[in-house]
């Protein structure tokens, strides 16, 4: 059972545009959402994350969204630029070191 | 960072593997995933204080073990085609709420 579904499966945006990718989750329990970003033959690298309390939070060209009610949360790249194509995951856990639910990942392509 | 070794891996089927992770300094927990090509980490274990706190769905042939400077070993026995895969480790601190993991580069073990 996929506890976090993830889409789309690929995307290509064109450099300066806003890379969108979706998550969605079952789990009500589930109260911390990292998005990791991570490139080819690497571990992945902690982006930015979010905590139900809120409903968004920026950092710098990186915004989540966040919709507690609908179970769904949203990476938003501004200004994409060809260093950020790369392969973006979604996760989720409940508080205490609990382990990650990943979603299955989004290949992202700028092209200039 | 987190440090893995080895960073590649060949093996024929049936035999042994064990991998190493040391954690970020002043982090007591480590937890191992599974990343199939294509496909978003999967939990295997987690590790705080030396004890194992979580176990994933996979079989008796993995196994693991954290030691008292709070690094760990991945074994995995009578290895399969299967278990090809970008072994990574993730650190984090293990306490209270927070939930930040940090994974390294991984371990990419090929079975043939």
């Not at chain 1, 938003?76 to 950020?84: F, K, L, V, Y």
């Not at chain 2, 196994?63 to 995995?76: M, T």
């Amino acid at each position: 059972q996929q506890q976090v579904k993830q889409s789309p499966q690929s995307l290509i945006v064109q450099k300066g545009g806003i890379s969108i990718i979706n998550c969605a989750y079952e789990n009500t329990a589930f109260d911390y959402f990292p998005w990791y970003q991570q490139f080819p033959g690497k571990g992945p690298a902690l982006l930015i994350a979010i905590r139900p309390d809120v409903s968004e939070k920026k950092e710098g060209r990186f915004t989540i969204s966040f919709n507690k009610s609908a179970k769904q949360f949203s990476l938003h790249i501004m200004d994409s630029q060809p260093g950020d194509s790369a392969t973006y995951f979604c996760a989720a856990n409940e508080s205490g070191n609990t382990p990650l639910v990943f979603g299955k990942g989004t290949r992202l392509s700028v092209i200039a | 960072g987190v440090t893995q070794s080895p960073t590649h891996l060949i093996k024929t089927r049936g035999q042994q593997v064990t991998l190493r992770c040391s954690p970020i300094s002043g982090h007591k927990s480590v937890s191992w995933y599974q990343q199939v090509l294509g496909q978003g980490p999967q939990f295997i274990f987690q590790y705080y204080e030396k004890e194992e706190r979580g176990r994933g769905n996979f079989p008796d042939r993995f196994s693991a073990r954290q030691f008292p400077n709070y690094s760990s070993e991945l074994n995995v026995n009578a290895l399969l085609l299967g278990d090809s895969a970008l072994y990574l480790c993730a650190s984090s601190f293990g306490g209270g709420k927070n939930n930040e993991q940090f994974f390294g580069p991984g371990t990419r073990l090929t079975v043939l």
